[in-house]
């Protein structure tokens, strides 16, 4: 089943300050049973997906001088891009998820999220319950049942791990940091500098590649980041990851969002390895970093000192809270988002809070996160010139989700869903691979990455 945009790409689309005009050359595809939810995931996933597309249409429209190409939606692509960390094979071996002490824990008053995937937010959460690094699950669960969970939030955040406590929508919208993001827009975009404007190559040959000959600096982790920068990849942009060595990747989730990219490791604590990240950062079209806000700025990293040092950037910042508030310093995850936000919840029963159908905030936010870079891109061609700034946050996201913005066809009486024909294998550095495709499509653009995704920071730091 075939319709016209939807609500979700047009509240997307602009946030984005595109041309409504260009939301007629946007047509989506309905599956029954994608991304089943009581709040409106579907839309919220349509939206973004169709957005970034969009974007990538209308940046290639202005490479070539041509019309803008169509854009289609199709719910199933979506639907399996949004779970791509579920559908990853990696020679046949099903990836490892979370975590056992990265769940949803009894307490004495409720319940409470913790996220414990990495090792030293795993012994956070132990040091902030006085328990031994060898402690079980069951220990885990004895020691929180006996405390109230805004205390377990608070001693383990004070630990430097993460948890949360359940909130609904309404304890969350007077909670001080739920005030602070309701404050906020969807998604910020400002000029930071001036600049003459971004001359850009024509585009030659097939498929099309909107950001072929831009290099892309990652400095992201986890879900939402690596996802822009895939969609970035995936659309020709040279994207190189750049991870400290001490702050090593989950082999598994780097499969998963390394498609399109190279990944190398550097300590900018280091003279050697600083000047080389100065070297990288000097030929930058692109920055994009996922780490709080702030948490760079001691290596001259805000936006203002990337756009004095590399004029024309587009800087792209990605944080779990959002800029204002008591909690913009925290980090955080999509889970942990979902549960503080008041969506677990939502999507819960009375006998135990629930989740989405996918980490959708995370997904959801890095496909905006594209977007916002892509038109960044087009207005700099366009003539706009000047260094620009764009950020998004998940607590943002999930406040668009909650709203309901674009609660509407449920996909009832269309085909049922199935993921197979947007999984793809291949052979690589990793071994073979079982992949989704992206869902970001366009007429006469690409279809599939470049290159399978490496092993995690062995790459050289120079650009292609």
Request: charged share 20%; net charge neutral; proline share 8%.
């Amino acid at each position: 089943m075939t319709h016209t945009p939807m609500a979700g790409t047009r509240t997307a689309w602009a946030a984005l300050g595109g041309d409504p005009a260009l939301l007629s050359e946007v047509t989506s595809v309905a599956w029954e049973g994608a991304l089943p939810a009581k709040l409106p995931v579907r839309e919220l996933a349509r939206g973004c997906v169709g957005a970034c597309a969009l974007a990538a249409a209308e940046l290639t429209a202005a490479r070539t001088g041509r019309s803008v190409p169509k854009v289609r939606v199709d719910d199933a692509a979506v639907a399996t891009a949004f779970t791509s960390e579920r559908h990853l094979l990696v020679d046949g071996r099903a990836p490892v998820a979370f975590a056992p002490l990265s769940r949803f824990w009894h307490t004495a008053d409720g319940w409470v999220r913790t996220h414990a995937n990495y090792p030293h937010h795993r012994q956070a959460l132990l040091a902030a319950l006085e328990l031994p690094d060898a402690a079980s699950v069951e220990s885990v669960a004895a020691r929180l049942a006996k405390r109230s969970a805004l205390d377990v939030e608070d001693a383990v955040y004070a630990a430097g791990g993460l948890a949360v406590a359940l909130r609904t929508p309404q304890e969350w919208a007077a909670h001080p940091q739920g005030v602070a993001v309701t404050r906020q827009p969807l998604l910020s975009r400002e000029r930071i500098a001036d600049g003459p404007p971004r001359a850009l190559p024509a585009l030659t040959g097939s498929p099309a590649l909107p950001a072929a000959g831009l290099r892309v600096l990652d400095l992201t982790r986890v879900l939402a980041g690596p996802v822009a920068t895939r969609t970035l990849a995936l659309l020709g942009a040279d994207v190189l990851r750049v991870d400290s060595p001490r702050l090593p990747e989950l082999p598994d989730q780097h499969a998963d969002t390394g498609f399109g990219k190279r990944s190398t490791a550097l300590d900018l604590a280091r003279h050697a390895d600083r000047r080389t990240f100065d070297a990288l950062l000097a030929r930058a079209d692109v920055v994009v970093t996922g780490y709080r806000p702030g948490a760079l700025d001691r290596f001259g990293l805000t936006p203002e000192a990337l756009a004095e040092r590399v004029p024309g950037v587009v800087v792209a910042q990605l944080s779990a809270w959002g800029d204002e508030g008591p909690w913009a310093g925290r980090r955080g995850f999509d889970s942990l988002v979902q549960v503080a936000t008041g969506i677990a919840a939502v999507e819960g029963t009375a006998d135990a809070p629930g989740a989405l159908p996918a980490q959708a905030l995370d997904h959801g936010t890095g496909y905006l996160l594209a977007a916002a870079i892509l038109r960044s891109l087009t207005e700099q061609a366009a003539g706009g010139g000047g260094a620009r700034c764009v950020r998004l946050a998940l607590a943002l996201t999930a406040r668009w989700l909650l709203a309901g913005d674009g609660a509407g066809d449920p996909g009832e009486g269309a085909p049922s869903y199935e993921p197979g024909a947007w999984l793809a294998e291949t052979d690589g550095p990793l071994g073979r691979l079982r992949y989704a495709l992206s869902p970001v499509t366009f007429a006469g653009g690409p279809v599939n990455w470049e290159r399978p995704s490496g092993r995690w920071g062995v790459d050289t730091p120079e650009w292609r």
